[in-house]
């Protein structure tokens, strides 16, 4: 029944029963925000959780700016420029150093992570595999967007859309009538 965006110097706070907008200005670009075992999280340079309508600074930080962050079972993952974290009841711990994480999305067995220029992998809750189409391995360098729903793969680049259906992908782009081969956010519902 709320809607939470996060932008450059504020978290914005809707009610969907009420037509005001709150903002909660603090002096960082945020850029990610999820809600994760009943708390709203929010990233920027900092890691932040929401509290009584303020953002108060997470105790334990990590070492580069937040891009992305994603509920995943029991743990929040959070990717950054830096690599992908993940905050569980002991502490934050890295999972994956040196990749710039640019999308999280979950097919249920594991978590697709998508980086800014090394490409996209899948991890299984131990081992991390790179994926790639073998007539084009750099199509997914840049990955922008990912979702996962109806047993497939949504994922976006600066080359188009591409759907996995677990076998093959299926590219989608200005050619097929997307307006732009740039595809920056995908709504797989």
């Not at 939470?4 to 709150?22: E, Q, W």
């Not at 932040?48 to 992305?68: K, M, R």
């Not at 990955?143 to 497939?152: E, G, I, R």
Request: with cysteine; charged share 20%; aromatic share 10%.
């Amino acid at each position: 029944n709320t809607i939470y965006s996060a932008c450059d110097g504020a978290v914005l706070i809707r009610k969907l029963d009420d037509s005001v907008t709150n903002a909660i200005a603090i002096g960082d670009n945020l850029r990610a925000v999820t809600l994760h075992d009943g708390l709203v999280y929010v990233g920027g340079e900092k890691l932040y959780t929401l509290v009584d309508d303020q953002l108060v600074p997470y105790p334990e930080q990590i070492d580069a700016p937040i891009n992305v962050l994603y509920s995943y079972g029991t743990v929040l993952m959070i990717g950054s420029d830096n690599g992908l974290y993940s905050r569980t009841p002991i502490g934050i711990i890295k999972v994956k150093d040196s990749i710039m994480v640019s999308a999280l999305t979950s097919d249920g067995d594991g978590l697709w992570v998508g980086t800014d220029g090394e490409g996209l992998y899948r991890w299984d809750g131990e081992n991390f595999q790179k994926r790639y189409l073998l007539r084009d391995e750099s199509l997914f360098n840049n990955v922008t967007a990912l979702a996962y729903n109806h047993d497939h793969l949504y994922l976006g680049t600066d080359q188009g859309l591409f759907i996995f259906d677990g076998g093959s992908w299926n590219p989608i782009d200005f050619t097929c009538g997307l307006p732009s081969n740039l595809v920056t956010s995908i709504d797989a519902s």
